[in-house]
């Protein structure tokens, strides 16, 4: 069974300063892994996708690496800014018997001081 | 604009009310989910369905209903709603029925369900 970690649980960095949000995963046997963000009560947004094939996925200030042999994944935000305060979440789909479920990461709740 | 959209975005009801709350995505994705979100336990999914007409249960699907008629469109009903299903609820749909590695997920804003 797949298990997603993500490490730190909450972070509070100072506005401008770089930083990197880890995710784990126990089964490297993945396709592709997507980086999303979630305001307090609000949906999904997704940030990145980074398919098995791919070491890095850029978007703006945003970086993901994917390394599938270790199981790991970081999403490195540059430049930090109050707007990116939100909870994030990695997720990896699963495909089983005619089903593609995701299993998501346990979240990583940022604050940027001002 | 590419989305998917549900209705209502928040929602108070009472015990054994019939609801049912909408999903509808403009990108002609094949494959669709619904996934509810609470503390501590993160994501499941409820139900999916793999295009028109194929539906089957995910982790969570007791208590609730889909049907999905129409492409663009994937309903989630609760038929007699009990305070156990409190919770947040997300529509997510993809482009391919089958697994592929260029293909993220586009998740709805959420419906907000309170049952009393």
């Known amino acids: 069974k797949q298990e997603v970690t993500q490490i730190p649980a909450a972070l509070s960095v100072p506005e401008g300063e770089n930083l990197v949000l880890n995710c784990s995963f126990t089964d490297s046997a993945i396709y592709n892994l997507q980086w999303f963000r979630q305001d307090p009560g609000k949906g999904l947004t997704s940030l990145l996708l980074i398919q098995s094939s791919q070491r890095e996925q850029t978007s703006g200030r945003l970086n993901a690496s994917l390394d599938k042999s270790s199981g790991r994944s970081t999403l490195y935000i540059a430049a930090s800014q109050p707007g990116d305060s939100a909870t994030y979440l990695c997720?990896?789909?699963?495909?089983?018997?005619?089903?593609?479920?995701?299993?998501f990461g346990t979240g990583t709740r940022l604050t940027i001081i001002p | 604009e590419a989305q998917v959209t549900q209705n209502p975005r928040y929602l108070i009801t009472v015990t054994g009310k019939k609801l049912t709350v909408t999903c509808s995505q403009n990108m002609n994705h094949e494959y669709m989910s619904w996934y509810r979100q609470d503390p501590g336990l993160g994501l499941r999914q409820i139900y999916y369905?793999?295009?028109?007409?194929?539906?089957d249960k995910g982790d969570v699907p007791e208590g609730y209903k889909v049907s999905r008629k129409e492409k663009r469109n994937f309903p989630l009903i609760l038929e007699s709603p009990s305070p156990n299903q409190t919770s947040l609820y997300f529509c997510a749909s993809t482009p391919a029925g089958t697994p592929s590695p260029n293909y993220g997920y586009t998740f709805g804003s959420g419906t907000r369900l309170t049952v009393v």
């Open positions: 369905s793999m295009n028109v007409e194929v539906t």
């Open positions: 997720a990896v789909p699963k495909w089983d018997f005619g089903n593609e479920k995701l299993t």
